[in-house]
């Protein structure tokens, strides 16, 4: 039982990182920037909005984005940041799919234990590659744009991004730790032979009153 609950804690924890994965690599609210001084930014209600995919001036009355569409004079750190983040998402889909079809509660077609532990510990490395992933492009980014320009605070995209790599790397440990028995090494409890005269499973061993009837 215990067992089972872990792959649901980690898979839902997987889960819910990998939406916010996507939800911090779809939208532009990364760092919030400033082109002059922060006070005079705060007093003009401009600021500059920068993400993976576009840069934006918001303020009261007008928000305006123009998108990165020269790939070639990107900086460095954007492309990289983007290439992972997009990395993430689209592991997030094998990685889901391996640990829904190892869970306990799902069973295939000539299904044993020994493929759904090798599911789950494969969905569980892809999940915290897609944690390091997001960490690398979440951390690398604010630090990118600082140095170009006055960063002035972090957007909502990167709290998203963040968060939810944080949930795909302990979902994935979760998922790693949850290991069953030893499909190799069968309990004699649960082991059977087939006995053609009686056509059904009889225990492995027979009893010892059985056996003394017989030398009697």
Same mark, same amino acid.
């Given at each position: 039982? $215990?067992?089972? =609950?872990?792959?649901? *804690?980690?898979?839902?924890? &997987?889960? %819910?990182?990998?939406?916010? !994965?996507? !939800? ?46 020269? *790939? ?14 997009? =990395? ?13 079809? %190892?869970? &306990? =509660? !799902? ?12 599911? $789950? ?14 960490? *690398? +492009?979440? !951390?690398?980014?604010? *630090? ?15 709290? %998203? ?25 069968? +309990? ?6 087939? +006995? ?21």
């Amino acid at each position: 039982m $215990a067992h089972m =609950c872990r792959q649901l *804690i980690g898979g839902a924890a &997987s889960c %819910a990182g990998w939406v916010g !994965v996507i !939800v911090g690599t779809a939208t532009n609210d990364w760092v919030r920037t400033c082109e002059y001084a922060v006070s005079t930014c705060v007093r003009m209600d401009e600021l500059g909005s920068r993400g993976l995919w576009a840069e934006c001036v918001i303020s009261p009355a007008l928000s305006h984005c123009v998108a990165h569409s020269q *790939i070639l004079s990107l900086p460095a750190y954007l492309q990289t940041s983007r290439a992972l983040m997009i =990395c993430a998402c689209l592991l997030g889909l094998p990685a889901m799919m391996l640990v829904l079809m %190892a869970m &306990s =509660c !799902v069973r295939l077609q000539n299904d044993t234990a020994a493929v759904k532990l090798r599911r $789950a510990r494969v969905g569980g490395v892809l999940f915290i590659l897609m944690a390091v992933c997001g960490i *690398i +492009s979440t !951390v690398w980014f604010p *630090i990118g744009a600082h140095r170009d320009e006055g960063l002035m605070s972090f957007g909502f995209s990167l709290y %998203a991004g963040w968060v939810g790599s944080g949930l795909c790397l302990v979902g994935g440990c979760m998922i790693l730790c949850c290991h069953g028995t030893d499909p190799r090494n069968p +309990s004699r409890e649960n082991s059977f032979y087939y +006995s053609r005269k009686r056509g059904g499973a009889s225990p492995l061993d027979p009893p010892a009153n059985h056996a003394k009837n017989a030398m009697v």
